[in-house]
Structure formats: C-alpha cells, structure tokens
C-alpha cells in the first residue's frame, strides 16, 4: 500500500508499484489538467506536478516512489496564486494551441516560490523540461517575469477590458480555459461504457505479410475484438487528393512503410489493447525497400504502387525562353545542389479520435485539420452516406499541417461502428512520430544568373521531392517549390521541373510553409554568392530585384497589388547597417491552395439569445487564432460583445469546408463574416440581438479564379494572395546567433498580440529547421522515434526575436489581411546559412547547416 497526499487528501494506491503517475491521474482520479505529450519520454514537461516542493514529470515517476509524498497538480495551488499566473499567460499572449500550458503554468509556480523575482536568462533555463511548438518561448518567458512581479507585489489585476475590435490584442478564445487545463483535448474525453484501441504497426517498410496471426492476443483477459483488413465494410482506401492510402493491409498484400496498419485491437483499458497488440504475430517475406528518390524514378527501381509509376507527378514551368542560354551569357552565374531533410511536426498532442454510435450512423470527435474531409473518408470506409456522419472538432494541440492527412479517425470509427460502442484511439509519441506525414525531403539543383548591374537574368531548377509511400498532398507541395522558386524576387526566363516521387519512406505531406521554406533555402543562398561574385551590397540586391506591382512571380503570376517585399526590406534595413556579421533573405508565400481550385468559406452566425451568439465554421483552431479572429471581425462589424461570443465547428452545421491549410483561413472566414455581417447590422439599426434570437445569418465568400499549372490562358493566377518577409540574423563574433529581427507583411494586422506570437513561433521553427532538427531514416526505418532526438530548440536555446509589423493592404483579404501562419519561417534556415558564409566564408548546401567555423580554422 502506498500512501500520499494529491492535492492536499490522503491518497492510496494499491496497485502497481511500476505504474507510472502520470496514468494514475489521468485514467484514475480524472485530473486531465496534466497532459500527455511525449508518452513517457521525459522530452515534453506537459505533464509536470509539484512533488515535495519541486517540479517533477509525472510520466516518469513511478508510483511506488511516492509514499508519504506530497503531490501538486494545478488543481492543488492556491486558486489566487494559479489565477494570477494564469491570466499573465493570457495577457501576455503565452498561450497558443494550450496543450502544453498547464505543464508551463506548473513549472512557473514552482521557480516562483524558490526565485520570486528571476531574470530572463533564469527563466528560460528554468524551462529545459518544457517544450513548445507554437510560441518560441518569447510570450512565455514574458508571461513568467509578469506573474513573478504581480506575486511580489500582491497584484491581481482585474479582467482585462481590451475592445475586441480588429487591429487590437483581443486575449486569444478559451486561452484561460486552455492554461489552467480545463479545456479538454480528445485524449480528455471520457464516455460511459468507452473502450480503448491501439494499433499494430507493420514491421518492414517493405514486404509481403504472409499471415497476421492473431490468436495470443486473443487469450489475453480484457481484449474485445481484433480487426484486419476484412473487416472494412466500405472503401478501404483513403486520401486527401489520390486514394492511395489503405486503412489497413490484408494478408498478401505487399505494406509500403513502416507506418502501414496491419491489424487493430480493442480491449478494455488503453493498456490492455497495446499488450495485445504486440501480441500479434505477423510473418512476411522481406522485401528490398525503396528509399532514394533519385533512384526510384530509374526504369530499373521496384515499384512502391503496383500499378502506379514511382513518379507521381512533375510540375513544369517554362517561360521567357531558354534558360540555360540566359544564364549562359549572364555576367555572374551561382549554381549548387542544395538538399534538405525531413521533420518532424512535433505537434505537442499526438493525434486521437473518439468514435461512438450515433443512431443510424457516427460520431466522431477529432483532432483533424479538416472535419468535413474527415466525414467523407470516413463515410467512405464504413460504406455509409456523408450525412450519416457526424465531426466535432475538439480542440487541437497544435498542427502544422501534420493533421490532414487522417491517422487514427477512420480505425476509431471502424471499431465504433462495428462494436456499437465508444472507441477512444489514441497515438503514441514514438507512434506518431512513425505514422504521420512529414516536411518533404527536397533534392535541387539550382542555377541563377545575373547581369554586370545585378539585375537577375534566368534560374533553372530541377528539384526531386521524396513524397514517401502515399500521395498525400506531396504533388501539391512540389508544385508550391516551382511556384515559389524565384522567392521573393522577379525573373525574366525561368526553367522548372519540380517532380514527386514515391518511396517506401514515411510519407511526406503539408508542413508549415509547405515547399517554400526548402526552395527558399537555395534560392536566397544562390543570391548570396551573386553578391559575393559581383560586389553587390547584399540589401541593395533583394531591393533593386524586389517584386513589386506588375513583376511576376515564378509560375508567370503578375501581381497586382499589396506586394510588400520592399516595406520588408525597409522594415530591416536599419538593423543589417549596424550588424556586422550577419545573413539576409526574403520570403514569399501564397495564401490559398488556388493552381485552379476555389478558396471558400462559409459561416453561420446563430443569435441564440441576447447573452450569446455562436459563430458556426469548417476551420480547425489549433493555436493560430482563427477563433479570435472571427470574434474580432463580427464585433467590428456588428458591435456584438465577443464575450457572449462562442465558436463550434462540428459538421452538422452543413457548410463543408476544406483543410485549415495554406495560409487562407482568415482571409476566407474574415471575408464570409463580412458577408455575414451585412444583414445583421442592418437588423440591428431596428431591433435589439434580444429581439434577434433565434434568428440565423448565412455568409459565404468564395475565390475561384485562379488557373492551373501549365493552363494556357491569358492571365496566369496561381493564388489570390501572397504573404512576404525579410529577415536578417546575426551573430557574434564567435559565430552564434545573437539576434533574428523579422519584418513581415500581414497586409493588415489583426491582433498586435497574436501577430507577434505567429512570427516568434515560426522562427524558433525556422531556427531549429535551419540548426539541429532532423528526423533520418535507414532503409526505410527510423534511426529513432524519440523526442528528445528531434532536438527542438529549448527556451534556453532561443536568440533575441524582434518582430517588426508591415502593413501592406492585400486586395483580397478583409481589411487587407494576408496569411500569416507559414510565412514566419519561409526565409529563416536561408538567413541563418547566409550569416554563417558571412562568418567563414562557407557556403551551405544541406539542411540543418554546418557549424561556424573560424575563418582560421582548417
């Protein structure tokens, strides 16, 4: 018997000494404030408690450790004391997607009480068991020296009365909800009678499975059912473009990677289903797998597809005649091969669903970046029509793009559907990192010329994307690579070839800039040897070669307005004439998935009563503020508090909505809630929202004049709108970065607050993009699947952020918004390998960059 205290009650616990503390709370006494993030690694610190006084991770300590301790969640502090840190994270704009807050908000409250008044730089070595994806620690660290100095002063500041209209820091939707770990995540959700699932993953990247035996995991006391692939009742083949992806893979069939599902169990507790289904025993004759791009587009190679060509699609852009003889008779000529690596998204939840029957159909509660595209698929598997299916949007712990493609939604709902039961699937760290897409590895050869002025002349590129064992979306991001391969810059003649190739790697799908941050890379450096060749002051050049109205981007796109790549420049110049080592690059990135398909957006405004209003959309919030935004907007618009403000996405709205995806969500919401608005202001001049109620307003906004690649039309237009940056990071005389300043267009600037925090957010992902993350792969295995290995950049590991505002109206957006979710990291790796040549005079051709070295070193 182990006795302690949680929370201040005397606890007993009579089971396994082993049993880790984390799943005591969670599963036992239901305290869901203590997240999962890393499933025992010790890599996240989402789940930290207070143990005697001192932080502790919950995931790592054993049970039988505990006897006659005293154990802390948030639950357990002082509510004056949580509520003080919890409003200076909201305040102070520290909390994103949420998930990994409470952990945060824990360890805050420990360092306070053993260094009231800590500094910066103690703060941020304080936080090296805790890990964020979305905020770069910036906002954090001033969240924890303004609760520090509010404690010290005895200071608890009343509600905040920030207006809510557009352009002002409005406090993120549910953010206090989410810091103080009440706002539930799919893996919170607990149902009557629910069961749990988990998955058998295929051992071999490539191989034949012989038999799937499944008769040990069978015997175990607790196991429900065992599913194979025969027991799919509909399409067992899923996609988001090409549906190429089974659900799972039968007897006889050939797996692809490592992440194919061979068999699924569910049992009674989460522990029982992942003992059975290692349980299973699988025989299969091992295959050679295919793994380098550059060979598998040979006539020679192994097919990954039996009746597919290893090479999925090549997007083709020629125009402005022949580049090679241009850049042939071009003054400076700059050529490489640059290659890049895969990452991982590392959102801080890992994905999950919650399936159950639904009268004559399902329901399902997902983490997804796309619930009606996640109603399709999964009607599709279960053979059932589309509004059988029903899709609630839970909050999601982070994205990046790694949540459209479906994992766990469609077995979730398998097991839901043929049991007549509630199904909870939940991945594993080690399981996430194994089975959802990736960042395109991306292979370039580039060459770019220019002229004895430094006007750019001509680039060619022939670029090779490893889109793994599915399509996902691989074929679109090599066509962003092609779109956006003259970067920031305009090019009279241009020779493209950007081709997606399958592998039997992990597959490689949407991430956070979506090719253009690995185009970037070889681009901005191309244009940092012109300059060196040349003589040309590195500013200067971008400057004289800037987009602008009328120049054309990469795909032959003339844009026409709200081109702010010069205000970029601008924005950073003062700070790269007083830097003395340092690296500059620029960036661009559309808004809209466009290429010939519509953008739209569709939302309902439901007056429900004069004390709430509900705002009814397809978007997924997952730290980006798309929530907020739509608060903001309505109350601009109509004067509607957005304090009596909710928001739902669930699909029984009816208004079918693609992937929160491509920078384009508050571009299109923004401008359906404008169409929105029109009638109820006009309702309001004449009645009150009381005499409102029960009224419903409609708003669509929809863009569908963009072309595709290759179309021959007479006006090229690719996307509706594009986002742009300049950056300049420098470093110290020893050759570490020192300071990143990042100037970016937002066309008009929503929320000051939440502006920044994007930016800061999506350098600290360019920084370890461009420094120390990797995610290799050996014959078509991983080298690990351990956080820790990922080497996400900590606090402790973060440079001075200063972010500068351009305002540059788009003519799309509403007030002249662009996106901004991507474009913060497009030009940051670039920057970062463009400083260190500045150091040493090396140049950097492959991702994450050499070391400086001291230009006096061998």
Request: aromatic share 6%.
């Amino acid at each position: 018997m182990i006795q302690f205290k949680l929370n201040g009650k005397t606890t007993i616990y009579e089971g396994d000494p082993e049993k880790r503390l984390i799943y005591f709370l969670r599963n036992e006494q239901k305290i869901t404030s203590v997240k999962d993030g890393c499933s025992c690694q010790g890599a996240c610190g989402a789940c930290m408690v207070e143990i005697n006084g001192e932080a502790k991770l919950s995931c790592m300590t054993q049970l039988g450790k505990l006897d006659n301790a005293e154990v802390n969640t948030l639950e357990g502090i002082p509510e004056t004391v949580r509520d003080v840190l919890a409003k200076a994270f909201v305040e102070k704009g520290a909390v994103q997607c949420g998930f990994c807050t409470p952990g945060f908000l824990m360890r805050t409250k420990i360092l306070l009480q053993k260094n009231p008044l800590p500094s910066r730089d103690e703060i941020r070595h304080a936080l090296t068991l805790n890990l964020c994806r979305c905020t770069g620690y910036v906002k954090i660290v001033d969240a924890i020296a303004e609760a520090a100095t509010r404690l010290q002063l005895n200071h608890i500041p009343e509600k905040s009365e920030t207006p809510g209209h557009v352009g002002t820091s409005y406090p993120r939707y549910e953010a206090y909800e989410m810091a103080i770990g009440k706002r539930a995540f799919v893996n919170d959700l607990f149902f009557e009678g629910m069961l749990y699932g988990a998955l058998r993953f295929s051992d071999h990247p490539r191989a034949v499975v012989n038999e799937i035996n499944i008769s040990k995991a069978l015997e175990l006391k607790g196991v429900i059912r065992i599913f194979t692939a025969n027991d799919v009742p509909g399409d067992r083949y899923v996609g988001l473009i090409i549906r190429d992806w089974p659900l799972m893979i039968g007897t006889g069939e050939t797996t692809r990677y490592i992440g194919d599902v061979l068999a699924g169990v569910v049992a009674e507790t989460e522990e029982i289903a992942r003992q059975a289904a290692q349980l299973i025993e699988v025989t299969y004759e091992v295959l050679d797998p295919v793994t380098d791009p550059l060979e598998a587009i040979k006539s020679e190679s192994p097919l990954v597809h039996p009746d597919q060509a290893n090479l999925l699609e090549t997007c083709r852009v020629y125009r402005g005649g022949d580049a090679g003889e241009i850049i042939a008779g071009s003054a400076f000529v700059s050529k490489g091969i640059f290659r890049t690596q895969r990452i991982e998204h590392a959102f801080l939840e890992t994905e999950g669903a919650v399936a159950m029957p639904d009268g004559e159909g399902l329901h399902l509660y997902s983490n997804g970046q796309g619930i009606y595209v996640d109603r399709r698929q999964v009607a599709s598997l279960l053979g059932l029509p589309e509004e059988k299916v029903r899709v609630t949007l839970v909050a999601t712990g982070g994205g990046f793009g790694g949540k459209e493609d479906m994992t766990v939604q469609g077995h979730a709902s398998l097991f839901a559907w043929l049991l007549k039961k509630p199904v909870k699937v939940i991945l594993s760290r080690d399981e996430s990192i194994r089975m959802h897409p990736k960042r395109h590895p991306v292979y370039m050869d580039i060459t770019v010329g220019c002229d004895r002025n430094g006007k750019l002349t001509g680039l060619k590129l022939y670029a090779v994307g490893d889109t793994g064992a599915y399509a996902s979306v691989g074929a679109k991001v090599m066509e962003r690579v092609a779109g956006h391969a003259t970067g920031a810059y305009h090019f009279p003649c241009v020779n493209l070839d950007a081709l997606t190739v399958y592998t039997n790697n992990i597959p490689n799908g949407a991430m956070r800039g979506f090719g253009a941050n690995q185009i970037n890379f070889a681009m901005e450096g191309c244009i940092d040897d012109l300059c060196r060749q040349g003589s040309f002051d590195r500013w200067q050049f971008r400057y004289n070669n800037a987009l602008t109205e009328g120049k054309m981007t990469a795909t032959g796109q003339v844009l026409k307005g709200g081109v702010g790549v010069k205000a970029c420049l601008e924005a950073i110049k003062p700070f790269y004439e007083k830097a003395r080592i340092k690296g500059l690059a620029c960036g661009i990135k559309n808004s809209g998935v466009g290429n010939g398909m519509a953008d739209f957006s569709d939302v309902i405004i439901e007056i429900v009563s004069e004390n709430k209003v509900k705002i009814h959309h397809g978007w997924t919030e997952m730290g980006q503020g798309v929530h907020t935004v739509a608060q903001q907007v309505l109350y601009q618009e109509t004067g509607i508090n957005p304090e009596i403000v909710e928001v739902a996405v669930d699909s029984l709205a009816g208004i079918p909505t693609g992937m929160t995806t491509s920078s384009r969500a508050t571009a299109l919401l923004g401008n359906a809630i404008l169409n929105a608005s029109e009638q109820i202001r006009q309702d309001l001049k004449t009645q009150s929202l009381k005499e409102l109620a029960g009224k419903i307003y409609r708003g669509n906004y929809s863009y569908n004049l963009t072309t595709k690649p290759g179309a021959d039309v007479k006006e090229i237009i690719t996307h509706f709108a594009y986002g742009y940056a300049a950056q300049l990071v420098v470093l110290d005389d020893k050759g570490e970065i020192e300071t990143v300043h990042a100037a970016h267009d937002a066309g008009k600037i929503m929320n000051p607050l939440m502006f920044e925090g994007q930016v800061e957010g999506a350098v600290h992902m360019g920084l370890g993009y461009a420094l120390s993350e990797d995610l290799p792969m050996v014959g078509g295995q991983l080298v690990s699947a351990k956080m820790r290995d990922l080497k996400i950049l900590r606090a402790k590991d973060m440079p001075e952020v200063v972010v500068l505002g351009v305002e540059v109206k788009d003519p799309v957006g509403p007030y002249g918004a662009k996106g901004l979710g991507e474009i913060g990291l497009v030009p940051t790796a670039a920057a970062v390998a463009n400083a260190m040549c500045d150091f040493d005079g090396k140049r950097r051709f492959e991702l994450p960059v050499r070391k400086c070295r001291m230009k006096n070193e061998e």
